[in-house]
């Protein structure tokens, strides 16, 4: 079922980008100005016109901040499952699988190690195209693996968040992830190694209310949603309007929530230069054996996840990340770049944002 | 007003009433009819709520007069102190903080309270803390550090307030910081959901050594109503959210969210609250008579992992 509506939904979609010309132009969802694809992707996603930052494909995201040909994944070991056998309109093994095969990805979130200007880092950067970057246990034990092996490695981590929220449907276990991910980060304070969390369009929930605002920085994109409740829950509850460019990035950064607001094309430079500054104060740098290391614990709960025996082999759908990400630069990215669209049109944004808070918001769409 | 379901049981309670007041009013000897009608009472009250639905057991989590959280430490702690604000932006009555004794020991207390009638709910914005509770509760988690207090938390709040001002003054912020300032206590924290353990708001006062939950409390990511509107589009399928939440306690204890669960009397808390909070201080004694042998660095470790290992997932081979 989900398949076929997958199917129904895309395939038009993906003709369109391969038969006609009309694919070959976006419509910037900031200023509606027509916007030649490949000029968009060469621009970072940035609206060449009115300077709208669209969401970011992940793997675009990946090789925007990695120096080229230096990412190496480390995410892709861990597969979910519904642990609550969650059914809504639709099974979440259904959703789950669907989206799976659509995103070549297990979960909503990529972790790796790369080098950013030189300097060695772990990244995290997750995917609001699959399930809205619902954070459920895997998101959750991702995270919490990169900041442990980013400590091991004296790797600084900068987290890159696009998110709706918990991911209800795996219930109090995706609101548990909030702690995960919390005390993870522990490792990496204790060998005063730097977390840098950079926030995009949109972050809400307990995204926002776990680990993406507990970087030593945070930093957000111009105009990225950012919020604990969405803007939809809050006029639901007050029944006014709200204020203009609230929980917008800049609004926030007045309200002193932010380090700063960084134009896209300015982030890579921004991260090696404070990653660089933090690791240069009197005692030296840091986790070169300047702090003593706390081993934290590692053992990993599977109780009632299939067993010992069950690898990734019994996911259903058995999809699998290609072994090597890093190939996938920005002319890749191009060639499927209906992750512009994304497949969520507003509509069914809020159907895959896994959140309380999440707003439609309209999107670059193809014209 | 009774819960739906418990009308059989409130008719029956009446039937006792007329019954007693007649043979008081009448001098008849009705004591055999008033037991045999007391046991069917019981027993009545007994299978209704072992078979109740998620969603009737989030109504009960809710009942009008199930005891809110002051009504906790007025028994389960003596002398309880309370201590005002957040040295910044104000005081949230929705989060009370303090000091007590527990037994013996001296605790900090962290309590989500609702209100027990419409002024006081309105007063205590139905338990939905702002930010500035949130930062009342970090000055509290430091203040227990410094003088080696424990820390006991009842939770009890719809969630944390969705508004205007608690976005501008960093709702998300601040349920962080909690989350990561209680992770790293260093005395004993034990938490105890009474009512309704509302997503991030509940979690940010229940990152404790030992989580507790009253048998007809819930404890979700989201509200059933949230839920039902955001992935059935309606909130009247509240109930078929409810049962997918799986946000019981028992639910709960087999997920490995919380650690135990606390009995309540037949018939729910509501129906006998000082049963209720008698269960609920025997419970918080014993855990905290536990926790309070164990050297801090070792509290922190096993929180730590405690949650650590939260969640399900299919690992590659
Ligand atoms: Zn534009």
């Known amino acids: ?367 | 007003m009774p819960l739906p379901f418990e009308k059989p049981m409130d008719e029956l309670e009446a039937r006792i009433r007329d019954m007693r007041a007649y043979a008081e009013d009448q001098h008849v000897d009705l004591s055999s009819e008033i037991v045999a009608l007391e046991r069917r009472l019981e027993s009545l009250t007994r299978d209704t709520f072992t078979n109740l639905s998620r969603w009737q057991r989030v109504q009960v989590a809710r009942a009008p007069g199930r005891p809110t959280a002051l009504d906790y430490l007025g028994s389960v702690v003596e002398g309880f102190t309370e201590l005002h604000g957040d040295r910044a932006l104000g005081d949230d009555p929705a989060l009370v903080a303090g000091v007590a004794k527990l037994g013996e020991i001296g605790v900090v207390v962290l309590a989500q309270q609702k209100g027990r009638d419409t002024k006081e709910n309105i007063h205590r914005n139905f338990g939905m803390a702002h930010p500035s509770g949130y930062r009342k509760a970090l000055r509290m988690f430091d203040l227990a550090d410094k003088f080696k207090l424990p820390v006991l938390s009842l939770v009890d709040t719809p969630g944390a307030y969705p508004g205007i001002a608690a976005e501008e003054q960093g709702q998300a912020w601040v349920i962080a910081a909690c989350i990561q300032r209680m992770s790293r206590l260093r005395v004993p924290a034990v938490s105890v959901i009474i009512g309704e353990g509302g997503s991030g708001g509940a979690l940010a006062l229940a990152v404790a050594n030992r989580v507790l939950i009253l048998e007809h409390a819930i404890y979700s990511v989201i509200s059933p109503e949230s839920c039902a509107a955001i992935r059935w589009r309606d909130a009247a399928e509240a109930p078929s959210a409810a049962e997918a939440l799986k946000l019981t306690a028992e639910d709960l204890l087999e997920q490995g969210v919380v650690d135990a669960i606390v009995e309540e009397p037949v018939g729910g808390a509501h129906k006998d609250p000082a049963g209720a909070i008698e269960a609920v201080r025997q419970a918080v004694e014993a855990e905290i008579e536990e926790l309070r042998r164990v050297p801090s660095d070792e509290l922190a470790r096993e929180r730590r992992e405690r949650f650590r290992r939260m969640g399900r997932f299919l690992e590659a081979n």
């Open chain 1, 1 to 367: 079922m989900a398949l076929e509506r997958w199917f129904r939904r895309k395939r038009p979609t993906r003709g369109d980008d391969d038969a006609s010309p009309k694919g070959l132009w976006l419509k910037c969802s900031g200023c509606h100005a027509q916007i030649y694809r490949k000029d968009l992707i060469a621009n970072l996603f940035v609206c060449p016109e009115c300077a709208h930052h669209e969401r970011m494909p992940v793997e675009a995201r990946v090789a925007m901040l990695s120096d080229e040909g230096t990412f190496e994944r480390w995410s892709g070991r861990v597969a979910p499952t519904d642990a609550l056998g969650f059914v809504d309109t639709e099974p979440y093994v259904e959703r789950l699988e669907a989206v799976q095969k659509k995103s070549e990805r297990l979960d909503a979130v990529v972790t790796g190690a790369a080098e950013l200007d030189g300097v060695p880092v772990a990244l995290a950067v997750m995917d609001f195209g699959f399930l809205g970057g619902s954070m459920g246990s895997v998101v959750g034990e991702e995270i919490a693996r990169v900041a442990e092996r980013a400590a091991d490695e004296a790797r600084p981590l900068i987290s890159v968040a696009a998110s709706g929220g918990a991911r209800m449907q795996e219930g109090a276990l995706s609101l548990m992830q909030m702690a995960k991910t919390t005390v993870a980060l522990e490792a990496l304070a204790q060998r005063r190694l730097p977390y840098i969390s950079v926030l995009t369009d949109p972050t809400t929930g307990g995204v926002t209310a776990s680990f993406a605002t507990l970087g030593d920085m945070v930093i957000a994109e111009p105009g990225a949603l950012i919020c604990f409740a969405g803007p939809r829950v809050i006029q639901q509850t007050i029944k006014q309007d709200l204020p203009e460019g609230f929980q917008r990035s800049e609004f926030l950064l007045s309200k002193g929530m932010l380090d700063d607001v960084v134009p896209r094309a300015a982030l890579k430079a921004r991260l090696a230069t404070l990653v660089r500054l933090l690791r240069a104060g009197l005692d030296g740098e840091p986790g070169d054996g300047a702090a003593p290391p706390v081993p934290l614990a590692r053992e990993v709960s599977l109780a009632g996840a299939g067993g010992a025996g069950s690898g990734l082999g019994s996911v259903r759908g058995g999809v699998r990340v290609d072994a090597d990400e890093a190939a996938r630069a920005l002319d890749a990215i191009g060639a499927g770049a209906d992750d512009v669209d994304g497949g969520q049109g507003s509509g069914d944004e809020r159907d895959d944002d896994g959140n309380v808070g999440e707003e439609s918001r309209s999107r670059a769409t193809s014209v």
